[in-house]
């Protein structure tokens, strides 16, 4: 059964750094184009960031771009949002999804892109 599983959330001060990850099960990942979203509390779900499948190319919402840093590792499964100098209005629940395709990531910003999805990992800013 194909799984993506994203953690690495936490509590942090504002300036602080986390790293998430997202690890799939039952595919390979290197075949995926991997989009990480995010979720605040009584807003919707926002794209953050994307990391293609062929080249590695990444893209970045405005609002992380020069924080975060998407990365991966095919060898083990895995894709990586390295977030620093985080502000509190980066506190969301974050997830990770993956879409089979060799076309660049920054053409796939919407949920509906998405065919597997993490269950979420929570990331908290605050003092």
């Known amino acids: 059964q194909e799984q993506l599983a994203d953690s690495g959330g936490g509590l942090v001060q504002p300036g602080g750094s986390l790293r998430l990850s997202c690890s799939a099960s039952?595919?390979?990942?290197?075949?995926?184009?991997i989009g990480w979203f995010r979720q605040a509390p009584v807003k919707g779900r926002e794209w953050v960031s994307c990391i293609s499948s062929n080249d590695g190319s990444t893209s970045y919402a405005d609002s992380v771009k020069g924080r975060f840093t998407v990365s991966r590792d095919n060898s083990k499964s895995t894709v990586y949002l390295q977030m620093n100098n985080l502000k509190p209005e980066d506190t969301a629940i974050y997830h990770c999804?993956?879409?089979?395709?060799?076309?660049?990531?920054?053409?796939?910003?919407?949920?509906?892109?998405?065919?597997?999805w993490g269950q979420g990992t929570h990331v908290a800013v605050s003092s």
């Open positions: 039952g595919f390979s990942l290197g075949y995926y184009a």
């Open positions: 999804a993956a879409v089979r395709t060799r076309n660049s990531c920054s053409g796939y910003s919407r949920m509906d892109d998405y065919d597997y």
